[in-house]
Nanobody, 117 residues
Framework: VQLQASGGGLVEAGGSLRLSCAASGRRASDSATMGWYRQVPGNQRELVATMISSGITNYADFAKGRFTVSRDKSKNTVYLQMNSLKPEDTAVYYC???????????WGQGTQVTVSS
């Protein structure tokens, strides 16, 4: 599975960004769990939000009320709408794909999100 993420960039505090990630390849399937993690240099990668195939979502506490994860299963694409961004949201955001039928996860290349104060 290949994951192609886009949509990162520089935004002022209080602004919004929308990340996209498209999955492709032989094992790409709308049955997968897809979502987003983020990482700040020197810190561990942390969950932002995920969505399983049925549409059930899981959000980190910091993301609740500000971020929304969604999917277009026909395109094997996951989105992350980020509103009311804060400087502490600055990180590299990684697309995540979990193929539960083979017990394997995949990661995108990461997209930088920078929020200025």
């Amino acid at each position: 599975v290949q994951l192609q993420a886009s949509g990162g960039g520089l935004v002022e505090a209080g602004g919004s960004l929308r990340l996209s990630c498209a999955a492709s390849g032989r094992r790409a399937s709308d049955s997968a769990t897809m979502g987003w993690y983020r990482q700040v240099p020197g810190n561990q990668r942390e969950l932002v939000a995920t969505m399983i195939s049925s549409g059930i979502t899981n959000y980190a506490d910091f993301a609740k009320g500000r971020f929304t994860v969604s999917r277009d299963k026909s395109k094997n694409t996951v989105y992350l709408q980020m509103n009311s961004l804060k400087p502490e949201d600055t990180a590299v955001y990684y697309c995540y794909y979990y193929a539960h039928w083979v017990g394997r996860d995949y990661w995108g290349q990461g997209t930088q999100v920078t929020v200025s104060s």
